[in-house]
């Protein structure tokens, strides 16, 4: 099973909820919603009252993606806010085992994410510890920009990789996706797939459908 995770940062926050309407009317089942702090990453998006207003508006799995520096500090506040899975990046924190273990306490699922010029290797000793791992296609911090080719040998390792230690794991892909590439990414091993600009420039009913086919759903 394949998911489409449509990135909110590209949605028109000022119909949001209307947007939010068409996403799930279309048969979107999980939200991605990026958590810059400006320090981790180059720019600043939303925050926990931020997600707590849209949780007010759907009921779709909230995919949350911290690019933040130590997230351990506001898990409990996500998980308020209506997280579903919280997901941290490698180069963000000083102890990924507890970090883990504090996301999972507090009662969310858990994703490891590692940035276009980390090695991909450093994720093997949480594979058996983590929910998910998501690949990032481009330098997190903007919408709308162009897929870094390298991330689908990354989707290939931790396919190979996972595959005796957590076969259920969830592996994630992140940044330029769009319908010429998505069918390159799924061949790799990704199985949530997250647009933002695709989803969100032009008709969104027509382009969730249009990926929802591509992704086999
Ligand atoms: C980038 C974010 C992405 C972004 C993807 O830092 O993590 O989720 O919104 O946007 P597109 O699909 O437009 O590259
Ligand atoms: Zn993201």
């Not at 279309?26 to 958590?35: C, T």
């Not at 510890?129 to 689908?152: E, N, R, T, W, Y």
């Not at 396919?159 to 076969?167: A, V």
Request: contains cysteine.
């Amino acid at each position: 099973m394949n998911i489409l995770s449509p990135s909110l940062l590209s949605i028109d926050f000022n119909n949001i909820e209307k947007n939010a309407k068409i996403l799930d009317a279309a048969g979107v089942k999980w939200y991605h919603l990026d958590v810059m702090d400006g320090a981790f990453v180059p720019n600043i998006s939303f925050g926990q009252p931020v997600i707590k207003s849209i949780r007010k508006i759907t009921k779709a799995f909230f995919d949350v993606h911290l690019m933040i520096n130590e997230p351990k500090r506001y898990i409990d506040s996500f998980k308020d806010a209506g997280a579903d899975l919280l997901t941290v990046h490698y180069e963000a924190c000083e102890n990924i085992d507890e970090t883990i273990e504090l996301i999972k306490k507090a009662g969310m699922k858990v994703g490891l994410s590692v940035n276009p010029e980390t090695e991909i290797e450093v994720v093997k000793p949480y594979l058996d510890k983590v929910d998910m791992i998501l690949v990032m296609s481009v330098h997190p911090g903007f919408g709308g920009q162009k897929f870094i080719p390298s991330a689908l040998d990354k989707l290939e390792w931790v396919k190979r990789e996972s595959q005796n230690i957590n076969p259920d794991i969830l592996i994630e892909v992140d940044g330029g996706i769009n319908f010429e590439n998505v069918s390159d990414v799924l061949s790799a091993g990704a199985n949530v797939i997250v647009a933002g600009s695709a989803c969100f420039n032009g008709d969104i009913s027509e382009n969730v459908g249009r990926f929802n086919k591509l992704l086999g759903e």
